[in-house]
């Protein structure tokens, strides 16, 4: 359940995307070889579900991954887990990043762009992407 296991599921499952992985940064190597983006041969993608990790006892609130963690630095996105179960949706889980991790627009930004880049669907490719930021960018020139 600890740090291991994230490194368990990227040395010896060759993952590249590992769902949760909260407590990576318990170990520093790990860390700092597969979640600072500017490992780029080494990086993999975290997804965080943020209201979840505290409801099912993960992670506590006030000592939460996400408080160090910074999408722009770090390859992290945001997801939701087990909404049917938990009344959840993103909107929460963004909502939870505001209040307690301090995110802004940019931050959910990132996020959803590490999100894209690390998606499975081979149609996401550098043209996707490009036309996805513009969308960010019509949106941030209005407010």
Known sequence: KGADSVEWAIEECSADRI?????????????NKYVIKENKKTT??????PRSSVLTRDQNASDHVLKVIDPKIHNVSLSVDNPEVQLNQLST??????????????AFKEANLNGLRAAFDKR???????????????YDADN
């Open 19 to 31: 769902g949760h992985g909260y407590r990576v940064n318990e170990d520093e190597k790990l860390y």
């Open 44 to 49: 993999r993608h975290l997804e965080m579900c």
């Open 93 to 106: 889980e963004y909502q939870v990043c505001v209040d307690d991790y301090g995110w802004n627009f940019s």
């Open 124 to 138: 996401v490719d550098d043209s996707y992407i490009e036309d996805f930021v513009k969308c960010y960018e019509l």
